[in-house]
């Protein structure tokens, strides 16, 4: 990537040139080395954050719970709590060292997963998930802030599809170990085993990561956090950005949440069956996407013309035609396979989503447009989606009329089609802005 291309793109070079005894980016074994840690930072933050879902009978068995409780711990209190906490630590992050917030971070979410495995009380177990909650908050933001002040533009894109590979493989590890696990030696053994590893993940963080290089000094930086969410909301490349992740909350979590069941009540599936089929594929789905679409969105930077946007939104827009087909599918298996573009779209926009709002955002502020990335996607989408979901299937069901799960489903590929909509006009947006810097 010449220099010309890459001041004309990477809003670092754009708006403070490097300083060399501070800017030097890692490379080689260095920065091959950060990218794992990062990787099982984002792995175990999901396994710690998908645990209670894993162990939830034997939780509730255990401890007495009520299902109401078991709700409160795993949803929308969680929800909102790592959604809105996310923005002042990503601020910190910003301001000051992402190695110093990402590793607290690590630490408090790792001793909470660990506390909560002495839990003997409704109260102290909510407690403990507050503070996994409070400790992932920042992860993300952190874990993009890092990258951006020790990794050159070129390879952010592949630096961020491997971080946000830890989601599906932390998925993947931790429904088949913790639910293995939890059989044997029991939920308090999980617990405490995944809290205690995180801690030592936390350590490793600190002498991989090294010294973080300051940002140069710029008025952002001094901005309250409100005011910067404000400011990056009012730009019209982020605002069309934003709408699109919450297009793409209301697709996903439904997508998510309901597939599964949709499977076993529409084509009979036994739950070993679809589990295997349906987890294995997404999980390939999502480290062929966010591996795939990191190095694409390199690609597409080093392209100089800033429309960074365009082939996530497109395979939205294919997803939507084959979800749409695939409610109504004959057999099982064509389901199943008309599900996967689904999938891979999910874990594809990863990169591209989170890399073009530090584009958008600027020196500084990159950490807090990953925040504000995560509450458009996090927030409505997986409060209300499912919701949605459940109240149209209840109401066909009522009604006498089949496949109620199938026609509440419609919301994924009505919602993927308007994230896709939105993107192609993010996409003009951002190329716009980029190029008047």
């Not at 754009?14 to 260095?30: C, D, F, K, L, Q």
């Not at 997404?282 to 930077?301: E, H």
Request: hydrophobic share 55%; net charge positive; charged share 10%.
């Amino acid at each position: 990537m010449t220099e010309t291309v890459a001041r004309s793109i990477d809003p670092v070079a754009t708006r403070a040139p490097p300083i060399a005894s501070n800017r030097e980016y890692v490379t080689g074994p260095r920065m091959a080395a950060i990218s794992i840690v990062l990787l099982l930072i984002n792995a175990f933050s999901q396994i710690d954050r998908i645990l209670p879902f894993i162990l939830s009978e034997k939780i509730k068995e255990d401890l007495e719970l009520t299902d109401t409780e078991m709700g409160l711990l795993t949803g929308l209190a969680f929800a909102v709590c790592y959604a809105l906490l996310s923005l002042p630590v990503a601020r910190a992050a910003d301001r000051g060292s992402p190695r110093l917030v990402l590793v607290s971070c690590v630490l408090i979410w790792s001793v909470m997963t660990t506390l909560g495995g002495f839990a003997a009380s409704f109260m102290f177990l909510a407690l403990t998930r507050l503070g996994v909650a409070f400790g992932e908050a920042g992860a993300v933001p952190a874990g993009h802030a890092l990258i951006v002040r020790k990794i050159s533009p070129e390879r952010r894109g592949l630096s961020i599809g491997l971080f946000a590979m830890g989601i599906p493989l932390g998925t993947m590890v931790g429904f088949a170990a913790g639910g293995a696990i939890a059989d044997v030696f029991g939920w308090r053994v999980v617990l405490i085993g995944a809290g205690a590893i995180g801690i030592l993940i936390g350590l490793l963080t600190v002498l991989v990561a090294g010294p973080t290089p300051p940002l140069p000094t710029t008025a952002s930086r001094n901005e309250p956090f409100l005011r910067t969410s404000l400011d990056l909301l009012s730009t019209p490349a982020f605002r069309w950005l934003f709408a699109g992740t919450i297009f793409l909350g209301f697709a996903g979590a439904p997508f998510y949440a309901f597939s599964i069941p949709f499977l076993i009540r529409s084509h009979g599936f036994t739950a070993t069956e679809v589990g295997v089929s349906f987890g294995m594929l997404q999980g390939l789905m999502g480290i062929i996407g966010t591996l795939g679409g990191g190095r694409w969105f390199d690609f597409a930077v080093r392209s100089g013309t800033g429309k960074v946007l365009g082939p996530p939104a497109i395979l939205f827009l294919i997803a939507s035609m084959t979800t749409t087909v695939a409610l109504f599918a004959p057999t099982g298996w064509i389901a199943i396979a008309l599900f996967v573009p689904g999938m891979l779209s999910f874990s594809f926009m990863l990169p591209w989503g989170f890399g073009a709002s530090h584009l958008i955002a600027g020196p500084g502020r990159q950490a807090q447009a990953t925040s504000l990335v995560m509450i458009g996607s996090g927030l409505l989408g997986p409060a209300l989606g499912p919701l949605i979901v459940g109240i149209v299937s209840d109401a066909a069901s009522a009604a006498d009329i089949s496949n109620g799960l199938g026609l509440g489903l419609l919301i994924v590929p009505l919602s993927t089609v308007a994230a896709g909509i939105t993107l192609l006009v993010a996409n003009q947006r951002v190329g716009v802005f980029l190029r008047q810097r």
